[in-house]
Structure formats: structure tokens, C-alpha cells
């Protein structure tokens, strides 16, 4: 079964210190990996979309990027209006299955 | 261009009732992804619709249902409502679903019964 696992479960961050996350998937024939920023009461926001292993993207402070087997969101010098969770997920059979999220908190 | 946009925001509801929630895509977007998400659970799917067509659905009772209109908008129905259907329902939209295809949220209807 596909699965998708992300790390840590909550990271707690100063004002401009950088982190990354992590997202592993185990899925045959990746055909995309997502990247969503969720707000509390909100629907997810879309970030990034990585196809194939060795691919990058970059969104202001935020840059994904992809291997074979796991994708990583650096945060670069955060700020206080980066604290969210991040939701990872992989598409498979029409569907997104999304790993439990990483709950970001900047403080200043 | 307008996001997607889910009606109504909130519910309350009583065990036993049954609830339609409403979706309607971005424009142009044909395919509708439906989505519960649950403190415990985290987001999972419901199922996903593609020119009036299920394609896909995910393990959950029968009690929930859904449907897709000609113009893209979707519903989705909870029949019998238990206490643990409480959640946040999404809607998805993307152009056609296909592999690789971004999904896009709407803001989703906090449904709470009790």
C-alpha cells in the first residue's frame, strides 16, 4: 500500500533559523509529489509540484526538492507568517494520499 | 480567477440526520476530489469525479455519496450521520485529474455532529 511519512511530527523555529522537513513515500511509479501549506480552519494552500528525482523548486523562503524515494522543504530564514503545517502527498489512482503533516512554528 | 468554493462553510447537525455538502471548481476544472480531514485521521479521500463519473472512491462507508453536475459542480452526501463523521470536508478541483494534475482546495465546510 502506498504510504507517505513526514518529519518531524512539529518543529519550533527562531525568527531567520533555517530547517528542513521530510517527506519519504513509498509508492510504485511516483507520478507527482505535492506540496500543500495549511493554515488552521483552512483548506490547503498549493506550493510545489516535483515530478522526478532530482528536480527543485523554489517559492520565496520555501525550496523543494526530490529523490527517489523522499522530498525535503527547506525553510530559509523563516518568518512568523511561515508557521503552518506543510502537508506532503503523492498522486496515485486519481487521488492525493497525504502523509500526517509538519506543524511550523516561527517564533520571533 | 476565481478559487474553489465550498457552501455552506459550517453545519451543525444531530446523529441520525443527513447532510449535502456543495463544491463548485475552478473554472474550466472537471475533475472534483473530495477530502475528510480529522485531527486523528489527518486528510483522507473520499472519492473523485471526472465528467459525471466516479473514477475513484476511498474506504468509507456507504452512508457517504456523491455526485458531479454537467457544469463540474459537485455535492457530496453523509446519510445517517454518526458522531464521528465531525470533520473538515475539502473539495479539490484540477483541470482533469490526470497523473501529475495539481489539485487545488477550496476552504472546505466544518461539519460538526452532535
Known amino acids: 500500500e502506498d504510504q507517505v511519512t513526514q518529519s518531524p511530527e512539529a518543529l519550533r523555529l527562531q525568527e531567520g533559523e533555517s530547517s528542513s522537513l521530510n517527506c519519504s513515500y513509498t509508492v510504485s511509479g511516483l507520478r507527482g509529489l505535492f506540496w500543500y501549506r495549511q493554515d488552521p480552519g483552512k483548506g490547503p494552500e498549493f506550493l510545489f509540484t516535483?515530478?522526478?528525482a532530482g528536480e527543485e523548486k523554489e517559492k520565496e523562503r520555501l525550496k523543494a526538492t526530490l529523490t527517489k524515494k523522499e522530498s525535503f522543504l527547506h525553510i530559509t530564514a523563516p518568518k512568523p507568517e511561515d508557521s503552518a503545517t506543510y502537508l506532503c502527498?503523492?498522486?496515485?489512482?486519481?487521488?492525493?494520499?497525504f502523509g500526517a503533516g509538519t506543524t511550523v512554528t516561527v517564533r520571533a | 480567477k476565481a478559487g474553489v468554493t465550498q457552501t455552506p462553510r459550517y453545519l451543525i447537525k444531530t446523529r441520525g440526520q443527513q447532510v449535502t455538502l456543495s463544491c463548485s471548481p475552478i473554472?474550466?476544472?472537471?475533475?472534483v476530489s473530495w477530502y475528510q480531514q480529522t485531527p486523528g485521521q489527518g486528510l483522507q479521500f473520499l472519492f473523485e469525479y471526472f465528467s459525471e463519473t466516479q473514477r475513484n472512491k476511498g474506504n468509507f462507508p456507504g452512508r457517504f455519496s456523491g455526485r458531479q453536475f454537467s457544469n463540474s459542480r459537485s455535492e457530496m452526501n453523509v446519510s445517517t450521520l454518526e458522531l464521528g463523521d465531525s470533520a473538515l470536508y475539502l473539495c479539490?478541483?484540477?483541470?482533469?485529474?490526470?497523473?501529475?494534475?495539481?489539485?487545488?482546495f477550496g476552504p472546505g465546510t466544518r461539519l460538526t455532529v452532535l
Open positions: 516535483l515530478y522526478s
Open positions: 473554472s474550466g476544472h472537471r475533475s
Open positions: 502527498a503523492v498522486q496515485f489512482d486519481y487521488k492525493l494520499s
Open positions: 479539490a478541483s484540477s483541470a482533469s485529474g490526470a497523473p501529475g494534475d495539481t489539485q487545488y
